[in-house]
C-alpha cells in the first residue's frame, strides 16, 4: 500500500463552493491518515483501478468511488455525511459508519456485510446493484433499472401504512425498514440457511469425510 505516494490535492468548485479531496492511488485512510472536514474522491490512476481501504479510526466528511475503482471500510471508520460508488466502483461496507445516505450509481456495486446506515436511504439507481448479506440500514430506495438483493431467513414485505421489509439477514441482524421504489427496479429476497444448519452441515459433511477415509483404509489394509 503506497500511503506516501497517494496523490492527494484539493479542488475547489466553483458552483458549490466544496473542496474535494482527490485520491487516485492506493491509500489506507485510518486515525492518522483522515480528512474529517472534506469530500474525498477516489479515482482510477496511472497505474490502473484504486484501492482504498478505511479503517477504525478513519473519518472524512463525505466519501465518493468513481472508476474502476474499489474501496472497503471497515472497523470504525466513519463517513459524516454520505457515501457513493459511481461509474463501475465498488464497495465493501463491512463495519464502520455512514451518518447518511449510502447510494449506489452507473452501474457500480455496493456489498453489505455489517456496519450501519444511520439515518439515510441506501439506495441503487442507474443499472446499479446492492447485495445486503448484514448490517443495520434505516431505509431501502430502488429505481432507474437497478437491484438490490438481499440475503437472509423470514424475510417478507409488510404494508402497515407503507412498505416495509422484515427480517433476518444472513449475518443474523434483524431489518425492518421501509422500502421506497420510485420506478423500475427491483429487490430481490434471498433464503439462506441459518448459521447452526450450516455448522450441522459441516460437521456432517466432515463425519461423512472421516467415516469414508476410514473405510479406505480398512479395504486396503
Not at 52 to 67: E, I, Q, S
Not at 141 to 151: E, L, S, W
Amino acid at each position: 500500500m503506497r500511503h506516501l505516494f497517494a496523490i492527494l490535492c484539493a479542488l475547489c468548485f466553483c458552483q458549490s463552493s466544496v473542496a474535494e479531496v482527490y485520491i487516485s492511488q492506493d491509500i489506507t485512510l485510518d486515525a492518522s491518515n483522515s480528512f474529517p472536514s472534506d469530500t474525498v474522491g477516489i479515482y482510477d490512476g496511472d497505474d490502473g483501478p484504486t484501492t482504498v481501504f478505511m479503517l477504525a479510526g478513519g473519518f472524512v466528511d463525505r466519501l465518493n468511488a468513481y472508476d474502476r475503482t474499489t474501496l472497503y471500510v471497515s472497523g470504525g471508520g466513519t463517513i459524516g455525511a454520505d457515501m457513493s460508488a459511481l461509474d463501475d466502483a465498488t464497495l465493501y461496507l463491512s463495519g464502520g459508519i455512514v451518518a447518511d445516505d449510502l447510494r449506489a450509481h452507473d452501474r457500480s456495486v455496493i456489498h453489505i456485510t455489517g456496519g450501519e446506515v444511520l439515518s439515510g436511504s441506501t439506495h441503487a439507481t442507474d443499472n446499479s446493484t446492492i447485495n445486503i448479506h448484514g448490517g443495520l440500514l434505516s431505509h431501502l430506495a430502488v429505481d432507474g433499472n437497478a437491484k438490490i438483493n438481499v440475503f437472509g431467513r423470514e424475510l417478507a414485505f409488510t404494508t402497515p401504512e407503507e412498505i416495509h421489509l422484515v427480517g433476518i439477514l444472513a449475518d443474523g441482524s434483524p431489518i425492518d425498514v421501509p422500502i421506497q421504489r420510485l420506478d423500475s427496479g427491483t429487490i430481490s429476497l434471498n433464503v439462506v440457511p441459518e448459521p447452526s444448519a450450516i455448522v450441522l452441515a459441516a460437521i456432517g459433511f466432515a463425519a461423512w469425510l472421516a467415516q469414508r477415509r476410514l473405510w479406505r483404509r480398512v479395504s486396503v489394509g
